[in-house]
């Protein structure tokens, strides 16, 4: 009996220090953030990599408000993983915080090893869904199946399966995969969805789809590829090449980003997005906000992190169409719909299938472009 009242008594204790450790953790962890703002005073530079332009304009308004220096490179996605890695390998430290694309990328080479790390600042605590927290989500993109509306008042194809027929051959556009890690991904969701996929064809041509493939993931993207798809180097020269007037047989825009509508009224251009198309009318990706592991200015960066995230440090982002804050305080462009009516629309990648099926996803485009 007394046996028993001891290792009682000693489990008491231990859970005791546990929670006592807890505790201290938490106070640790606990940030002031006037003593930050302190602190990035001092420092009085950041320093960010980014895999969008329009960093520059929030890093001029930064400046401007809080007198502390940005510098801020964009870079390609495959350049920032890049650049971030070697430097981190190497023991050096440039960079402060990161707008990075490419999930399963970053995950494998810089998350993982603990190079990037995840912070939550203030404006995105309560502003942002717990979901969207870890990795913290900064932005939602936009990436549209799109045709020529002054050729077509509206979509001239219901679902996508439509695109791998002779009428569509030698008419569809897309960014080369083997360029594009979001597109790789964004296939790999195709591959795990290949049932509702294989689904639509059925429902669109009223017969089983014969496979030649694994699935019909793999099986739409050997079918596209061979219908002599036409691959481009960039989304803006889809979506000019789309959308130039004066044309008998324009060609489609397959998976280009949204954004590039916003020129169409000022330059006169004849484009739209199939919005309807079905099983999924494009498909979105993230981009992320995280911080260096072993940033030179920390406080400086905790400080521009959440001006970023915040309504006000989104305004570059948010007086365009075609990118979404996941911060729901902060409004879509008024000539844009909410993401909510996007995201129903939208298909996008679960990661960690993402991870482990792009190289598959890769290994079939290069094999069918190749033929």
């Keep these: 009996m007394k046996r028993t009242v001891r290792l009682s008594m000693s489990i008491l204790v231990v859970m005791t220090l546990l929670m006592l450790l807890s505790l201290v953790g938490s106070a640790q962890t606990a940030e002031d953030w006037n003593e930050i703002v302190k602190a990035a005073s001092k420092e009085g530079k950041v320093v960010v990599y980014s895999t969008t332009s329009r960093i520059m304009a929030a890093a001029e308004a930064f400046q401007q408000k809080t007198g502390i220096k940005v510098e801020a490179h964009r870079l390609s996605e495959t350049e920032l993983i890049e650049r971030v890695y070697q430097e981190a390998r190497a023991g050096i430290k440039s960079v402060d915080l990161v707008l990075i694309e490419d999930f399963p990328s970053m995950k494998e080479l810089?998350?993982?090893?603990?190079?990037?790390?995840?912070?939550?600042?203030?404006?995105?605590?309560e502003a942002v869904p717990e979901s969207m927290h870890n990795p913290l989500v900064f932005a939602h993109v936009s990436r549209v199946i799109g045709y020529n509306s002054e050729k077509y008042e509206t979509a001239p194809f219901e679902s996508i399966w439509d695109l791998t027929t002779p009428q569509w051959k030698g008419k569809v556009m897309i960014r080369d995969l083997a360029l594009t890690g979001e597109h790789q991904n964004a296939f790999t969701e195709l591959i795990r969805r290949s049932d509702e996929l294989a689904?639509?064809?059925?429902?669109?041509?009223?017969?089983?789809?014969?496979?030649?493939?694994?699935?019909?993931?793999?099986?739409?993207?050997?079918?596209?590829?061979?219908?002599?798809?036409?691959?481009?180097?960039?989304?803006?020269?889809?979506?000019?090449a789309v959308s130039k007037k004066g044309q008998e047989d324009p060609p489609v825009g397959f998976f280009y980003v949204y954004s590039k509508h916003r020129d169409a009224e000022a330059k006169n251009l004849a484009i739209e997005a199939a919005v309807d198309l079905k099983p999924f009318a494009g498909y979105y990706y993230d981009i992320y906000l995280q911080l260096f592991s072993n940033p030179p200015n920390p406080n400086a960066a905790k400080l521009f992190a959440d001006y970023l995230m915040s309504p006000e440090g989104f305004v570059p982002w948010s007086s365009d169409i075609g990118i979404y804050a996941s911060n729901t305080a902060t409004e879509h462009h008024p000539q844009d719909m909410p993401w909510e009516w996007w995201?129903?629309?939208?298909?996008?990648?679960?990661?960690?299938?993402?991870?482990?099926?792009?190289?598959?996803?890769?290994?079939?485009?290069?094999?069918?472009?190749s033929k």
Excluded: C, H
């Excluded at 030649?212 to 803006?236: H, K, V």
């Design 199 to 240: 689904a639509d064809y059925e429902k669109r041509f009223g017969k089983k789809l014969e496979l030649r493939e694994e699935n019909a993931g793999l099986e739409f993207l050997r079918r596209l590829s061979e219908n002599d798809i036409i691959i481009m180097t960039s989304d803006t020269r889809i979506a000019e």
């Design 343 to 369: 995201e129903s629309r939208l298909w996008t990648y679960d990661p960690d299938f993402a991870i482990q099926n792009r190289g598959i996803v890769l290994d079939a485009w290069i094999r069918s472009v």
């Design 110 to 125: 810089l998350v993982t090893p603990g190079y990037l790390v995840n912070y939550i600042p203030p404006s995105a605590r």
